[in-house]
């Protein structure tokens, strides 16, 4: 692939100069079939200036601590939490920095089978020769049992039950038998294997998880960010890295990016700073759904506006973005827009722009 | 001297051998530090060791020395004020406190011991608490905030001030270089003080209090090695005490009263709303205990695992077992989280860390099960004890040994649970009346879940009551509030009666009859027995010059009741309830002379009162009282022409109680009736009387039904009409059983059935009944074309 044109690289690959330093500076004992030792993977995910390593993952440092620490034992590890946490980004970051490799992933749905966390076959082949292990297509999971590397599972309560069963046994006998290839064949896990699973527990429509599978997990909450200065600032300098792959000139103005980080965060935890209820959406309103509202504004402003952003903006991007045709959503979100909105707009530019395209737009 | 200079300055400066000045710069509770502080008083050997505690608090040093007493106990400091509620203070003391070491330890070797904060009664009153509760004897500025912290936070990769802290100094804990240790802490606080601004130093009068300690090592110094255990904030003011105490004179006279009472491991954690310290004291008492076990810096694997098992065992006993693979994994966790982050062992943070990974299925938030259970583990339940001869309050030995005699378990902090079987075990009994005695000290010792309620007079049948309980601090600090009204739990609630009696007479409310029975139901179940009888006295005197009726009646009844009891209100020997009832009784038969002057506004409750006395008397207490005299009093009534309603009433009494012919009744009715008053209603008087007292009579008594009938009947419509209200409002004294039992004595009367008499409501209009008419003849007509008439019901007409 070219890599000069790939919309979004593997971590590894996004960062290789990081891990590549931290390789070089590693003194640390490292875990059988590690890449980086325990304190290389931190300092890889949570940053570094020293380094210059990046700061990747924002807002709970125990949480990555512990995540480190199941992943070196027996447990794997099940990362759970609203949508928009970035539990994935944690998992990818994770598996980059201790296999050095993100891509052994199995993507949860209701589609998944067991094959697809074991083995499947080349069928032209199997019919041709039988089975061999030339017919043999192995699974992600497979492949990181194989080379000691971390396989991650994505959403993996989309997957039917019988098919989260299939990873009990693989998580505590660490094997997957292959009956077909002759008596007593099996793939036995090399050293550094483990599995980061992501869940969202509360979504409607999801597989329970059974406790025996729970068991083999430690599981790990993230949660939103907390500290509404620091999300700021998270947001500004996620946009900003966007946006320096256009070819436009766009900067978001403090007041506006208040704008977004208040109704993200009012919304989302139903309450205003000064105390204030709201009703809150089903929709998700996590951080990076702010990024995105706030990168779409920059990019309607900039390409076709061609105007510096302004709450307009926001107010134009908010409902395609995140208020995806829910009645009772839009709902909420007038009252907030009549009530919380309107009242700000009074003593603010930002939320008097906000406030007033946000009603045009209700017509 | 500012800034980094200043912190090197405290650093060099806290151990000056030239000057015989040794500084102790410590965190409150802080097992390091008080394992540094061992050491070195060990090898310094002061003549003196001063501590910073409030001066005033330096007679309860003997106490605290005494081999009774174990910690956590706390000096409570109380102090009364000219405006507003006493104010009280408790200064804790743990097994690994710093202070309570260097008590120890400078005890052992024979130094003088000391105390040198201002007077508590200065901290209390100055403070901008205005509610009385636990207070640090170390103060110390937040270890949890400012820019300095947060900065170390990160860098360090803590979650907040307290793991900071652990992971700086309570890792070093039974590190041989005290000294270094110790001047560590020095600079540490002194850079936290160095990022708080001054004007918030000098509101919280620090200046003051460095001022009068620096006084006192100015003069404690000279003769000898001095050791100086203060919190780390005030090592640099102390540095040089001669220039910082200046001409300050230290000591003076304090206003405050203090006890040393038990402590609980609950009200020391410093997330529970005490100010300074660590949290989880239990998670410092195991780490301090390892240490001293090792003479020197613990095994921390050992202290994780002793942890974990001692966790895992009480959740087993509490149900909730956790698998020996959980158990393994968790400690796996802790332990190397704790070498991620650069530990020697796992620390509280890591432990509570691996737990959230081990143990949490699920998504956590903020109330997890698991880690709320962990977090109550970590803080531990441990009580403390306090020696015989320590200056505690008469009145907390009493309680506690009390509480103990009776058989509550006042071992540890817990709250238990306790069924008593008040009627028939005596030893039950008393217990019952302890706890009530706690109740009425107001302590918030024991509360009753069920059982029988004396004072409302609900359930009183039940034979249990339950009871939910709990020693802890708070009883002992609330037991000395109460200390001003006596030395022993009776004698104290004696007071509070007594307070209670006189701030009813504050009130105006002096001869507030309901009011002091039920004082003096309190009183009885909390089984002051005898000792009441000054209290019956008090109420004797309130009855003779009680004027009302109703409420004497009432007293007579509940009198009445508490002498028949033989509950746990049973009436102990000596205790003269039998003649207040008699007096209250002749203070009754007294104001029934006044029934007739009644004024109608004023007639209802005396209709209720006479309906109870009636009942009363003429039932269970018969033979308690002289009727009789209750008898011609109420005769007395019927001659002095009073309101037709009392007349109605006293007359009933007496038809019912067979002392008149029930003939009475009617005729008094019917010449009612029948009189001339122009007010129709007025005639009804007689009727509401009897229906208030003694409603049966209306079908039962010997005419009544036939007077009221007739009269009913010669009504004209109009006046009729007019009547009904008052009718209707007379009426509803009656039951519906009782309204069924006249309606069946009027069917006899009329004849035909009671459905009959039984109104029916439809809202139907003209207009409806018209058309519902039409319609009725209509379908008539129909089904008479299709031969079907036989299918019609007759319809009725009249009687039939």
């Known amino acids: 692939m070219d890599v000069a044109s790939a919309q979004k690289l593997p971590a590894e690959r996004r960062y290789a100069d990081e891990l590549a330093r931290l390789k070089a500076e590693d003194r640390g004992p490292k875990p059988a079939g590690w890449r980086l030792s325990p304190r290389a993977v931190r300092r890889f995910i949570l940053g570094d200036s020293t380094l210059e390593i990046s700061h990747k993952f924002y807002g709970d440092d125990p949480l990555v601590d512990r995540c480190i620490v199941s992943l070196m034992g027996q447990q794997g590890l099940m990362l759970v939490g609203e949508p928009g946490t970035a539990k994935s980004l944690l998992s990818e970051l994770l598996a980059a920095a201790i296999s050095g490799d993100s891509l052994l992933v199995v993507q949860g749905s209701a589609g998944v089978i067991e094959d697809h966390l074991r083995y499947g076959w080349n069928y032209a082949l199997l019919l041709a020769e039988g089975p061999s292990e030339r017919a043999l297509v192995p699974s992600p999971v497979l492949n990181a049992m194989q080379n000691g590397k971390i396989a991650r599972i994505e959403e993996l309560t989309r997957c039917a039950p019988e098919v989260q069963d299939a990873m009990i046994s693989l998580l505590s006998e660490k094997t997957i038998a292959m009956p077909e290839l002759g008596a007593g064949r099996e ?15 509360r979504d409607l429509g999801v597989n329970e998880m059974s406790s025996a599978l729970k068991r083999r997990f430690n599981f790990e909450t993230v949660s939103p960010i907390a500290d509404a200065a620091f999300e700021k600032e998270l947001i500004a300098k996620q946009v900003a890295e966007r ?57 309607d402003a900039g390409y076709l506006a061609e105007e510096p952003p302004t709450g307009a903006h926001i107010a134009r991007q908010l409902r395609g973005v995140v208020f995806k045709d829910d009645e009772e959503d839009a709902r909420k979100l007038r009252a907030y827009v009549d009530t919380i909105a309107r009242v700000r707009g009074r003593k603010n530019r930002a939320w008097a722009a906000f406030h007033k395209a946000a009603k045009s737009d209700e017509r | 001297m500012t800034g980094e200079a200043l912190i090197h300055a405290v650093r060099d400066g806290v151990m000056q051998p030239e000057a015989d000045l040794y500084l102790a710069p410590v965190r409150h509770h802080s097992p390091a530090c008080a394992m540094a502080v061992q050491k070195m008083i060990r090898e310094i050997r002061p003549v003196k060791v001063l501590i910073e505690a409030p001066h005033d608090l330096e007679h309860l040093i003997p106490h605290l020395l005494d081999p009774g007493t174990v910690p956590p106990v706390a000096a409570a400091s109380l102090l009364d004020c ?51 509760g636990p207070q640090p004897l170390v103060w110390e500025r937040a270890f949890d905030q400012g820019d300095y912290v947060r900065a170390l936070c990160q860098r360090l990769g803590c979650q907040d001030g307290y793991e900071l802290w652990d992971h700086l100094f309570e890792t070093r804990i039974g590190d041989s270089d005290w000294r270094g ?104 008492e195991a780490l301090w205990s390892h240490a001293q076990a090792e003479g020197g810096a613990p095994d921390w694997q050992v202290i994780a695992r002793d942890l974990t098992q001692g966790f895992a065992k009480e959740m087993r006993k509490a149900g909730h077992g956790i698998s020996v693979p959980a158990q393994i994994e968790l400690l796996r966790s802790a332990e190397t989280l704790a070498r991620l982050r650069n530990r020697p062992g796992a620390l ?62 006042v071992s540890d902090g817990l709250r238990r649970e306790r069924t008593l079987d008040i009627r028939r075990k005596p030893a039950h009994l008393a217990a019952s009346r302890f706890a009530h005695a706690m109740i009425l000290l107001g302590t918030d010792f024991a509360m009753r879940t069920s059982g029988p309620d004396f004072l409302n007079s609900v359930q009183t049948g039940l034979l249990f009551e339950h009871w939910d309980y709990a020693w802890s601090p708070r009883v002992e600090g609330q037991l000395i509030e109460s200390a001003v009204f006596g030395d022993t739990v009776p004698a104290a609630c004696l007071g509070h009666l007594a307070r209670a009696r006189a701030a009813l007479s504050a009130d105006g409310r002096s001869d507030d009859l309901a009011e002091l029975l039920a004082l003096l139901k309190q009183g009885l179940l909390a089984g002051l027995g005898a000792d009441l009888s000054g209290f019956l006295s008090e109420i004797e005197s309130a009855l003779r010059q009680s004027g009302s009726f109703p409420e004497t009646a009432q007293a007579v009844c509940t009198l009445h009741a508490i002498e028949a009891s033989r509950g746990p209100l049973s009436l102990p020997e ?50 308690s009282f002289e009727t009789a005299l209750f008898d011609e009093a109420l005769d007395r009534v019927t001659e002095a022409d009073p309101l037709p309603e009392l007349m109605g009433a006293v007359t009933a009494i007496a038809v019912e109680g067979g002392r008149k012919p029930g003939s009475t009744l009617s005729a008094m009715l019917s010449s009612q009736f029948n ?46 009409l007019a009547l009904l209200p008052d009718l209707r409002l007379a009426l509803s004294a009656l039951s519906p059983r009782e309204a069924d039992s006249v309606a069946n004595a009027l069917v006899r009367r009329h004849g035909g059935s009671a459905a009959e008499f039984t109104a029916h409501h439809h809202d139907v209009s003209e207009e409806d009944a018209r058309r519902g008419a039409a319609l009725d003849a209509a379908l008539r007509a129909s089904i008479r074309t299709d031969g079907l008439e036989s299918w019609i019901p007759l319809q009725r007409t009249g009687a039939e």
């Open chain 1, 243 to 299: 946006m320096a792959d256009y070819d436009i000139e766009a900067e978001m103005p403090a007041d506006v990016l208040d704008v977004v980080v208040s109704v993200f965060r009012d919304l989302r935890t139903g309450r205003a700073e000064d105390g204030a209820v709201i009703a809150q959406p089903k929709s998700v309103m996590s951080t990076a759904e702010a990024v995105n509202v706030a990168h779409a504004a920059l990019l």
């Open chain 2, 675 to 720: 009189g001339s008053a122009p007010d129709v209603t007025a005639r009804l008087g007689g009727l509401r009387g009897m229906l208030a007292v003694a409603p049966t009579l209306l079908w039962t008594g010997d005419g009544v039904l036939a007077v009221v009938d007739e009269f009913l009947n010669g009504l004209t419509e109009e006046a009729f």
């Open chain 2, 574 to 623: 000596g205790l003269d309830v039998k003649g207040l009832m008699q007096a209250a009784f002749q203070r009754l038969i007294y104001l029934c002379d006044d029934l007739p002057k009644m004024r109608k506004e004023t007639i209802q409750p005396c209709l209720d009162a006479l309906r109870i006395l009636s009942e009363l008397l003429s039932g269970p207490a018969a033979d």
């Open chain 2, 181 to 284: 240790f110790l001047a560590d802490v020095g600079a540490y606080c002194t850079a936290l003080r160095a990022s708080t601004s001054l004007e918030e130093i000098e509101s919280s009068g620090d200046i003051e209090r460095e001022a009068h300690m620096a006084a006192c090592l100015r003069d404690a110094m000279g003769a000898g090695p001095v050791v100086v255990v203060i919190g780390g904030f005030h090592t640099a003011p102390l540095l040089d005490p001669a220039k910082t105490a200046g001409k300050i004179r230290a000591g003076g006279q304090t206003a405050a009263q203090s006890y040393l009472i038990r402590y609980g491991y609950k009200e020391l954690d410093a997330l529970m709303g005490y100010g300074a310290g660590l949290p989880q004291p239990a998670y410092y």
């Open chain 1, 187 to 201: 793939v036995r896990a090399a050293r550094g294997f483990n599995v980061i699973a992501t869940a969202n527990l």
């Open chain 2, 348 to 409: 509280r943070h890591d432990l509570v860390d691996a737990l959230t990974s081990t143990l949490v299925k699920g998504e956590t938030s903020g109330a997890d099960a698991w880690t709320e259970r962990f977090v109550t583990f970590l803080r531990g339940h441990a009580l403390g004890e306090v020696s015989d001869t320590a200056g505690q309050p008469p009145i907390v030995t009493d309680a506690y040994t009390q509480a103990r005699a009776l058989r509550f378990d």
């Open chain 2, 82 to 132: 000219k405006v507003g509620p006493r104010l009280a203070a408790y200064y804790p003391f743990c097994a690994h406190s710093p202070e309570w070491i260097a008590l120890q330890e400078g005890a052992k070797i024979g130094a003088e011991l000391h105390f040198i904060d201002l007077g508590s009664g200065v901290k209390i009153a100055s403070g901008n608490q205005k509610e009385t």
